[in-house]
């Protein structure tokens, strides 16, 4: 089974559009949650991190459902540069290893 | 903005070869990681290091891996006889350490080195 499971995609959406992504994690003692994108044949990169209340960070919102092991991405008014896998990041209690899932690939097109 | 560097971007070697892959981590944090990524396939921890030593290692940090802090500065990672199975990026990371037992310490991560094993 795996432990982070996103939709590969790709999401082909125009620019300015809102898109959002979905995550869920089979270990219920998960911990930490982050979302991180990563560009081709780059390093990850954080784009932040995933509180239990939900936040946001300018365009972007996270939201955590522990009780459905769920997580998700919303980008609104989406640019040319969001374009990028978007990975779904867990670490788990007592872990420092994170576990990433395989990623959500976006295009954004002009 | 400080950063993971990582030397050499790019490495090629003959399988059975030894490598050694160097990071410097970012200065005031204490935690360090090496994750690889085979092309195609997701991120995988390797290991994580704290005060000179392995804190946590994966099933795929085996007997032919290991890592060291020869210095004030840099974290390497040796393959001590590269399979043709190595070939992959491998990226460093750090964070800060948290003695409070919080959760949200964050990696950030190196651009990488790219191991090609022929």
């Known amino acids: 089974r795996k432990e982070v499971e996103q939709d590969p995609g790709p999401f082909n959406v125009p620019e300015g559009a809102t898109v959002a992504f979905n995550c869920t994690y089979s270990n219920s003692a998960s911990q930490s949650f982050f979302w991180y994108r990563q560009d081709c044949r780059k390093e990850p990169k954080l784009l932040m991190s995933?509180?239990?209340s939900g936040n946001e960070d300018g365009r972007f919102t996270a939201q955590l459902n522990r009780a459905s092991q769920y997580i998700s991405l919303l980008i609104r008014d989406s640019k040319l540069s969001d374009s990028a896998t978007y990975l779904c990041v867990v670490k788990d209690t007592g872990r420092r290893a994170l576990t990433f899932g395989s990623g959500t690939r976006l295009q954004v097109q002009p | 903005e400080p950063e993971v560097t990582q030397t050499p971007s790019h490495q090629v070697t003959q399988m059975g070869q030894e490598v050694i892959l160097r990071c410097v981590p970012i200065s005031n944090h204490l935690y360090f990681y090496w994750y690889r990524q085979i092309l195609g396939q997701k991120v995988e921890f390797l290991v994580s290091?704290?005060?000179?030593?392995?804190?946590?290692k994966s099933e795929i940090f085996d007997d032919q891996f290991s890592v060291e802090r020869p210095d004030g500065s840099n974290f390497t990672l040796k393959i001590r006889s590269t399979k043709l199975e190595d070939s992959a990026m491998y990226f460093c990371?750090?964070?800060?350490?948290?003695?409070?037992?919080?959760?949200?310490?964050?990696?950030?991560f190196g651009p990488g080195t790219r191991l090609t094993v022929l």
């Open positions: 990371a750090s964070s800060e350490a948290d003695h409070s037992g919080g959760s949200y310490n964050e990696q950030f």
């Open positions: 995933v509180y239990s």
């Open positions: 290091f704290y005060n000179n030593e392995i804190s946590e």
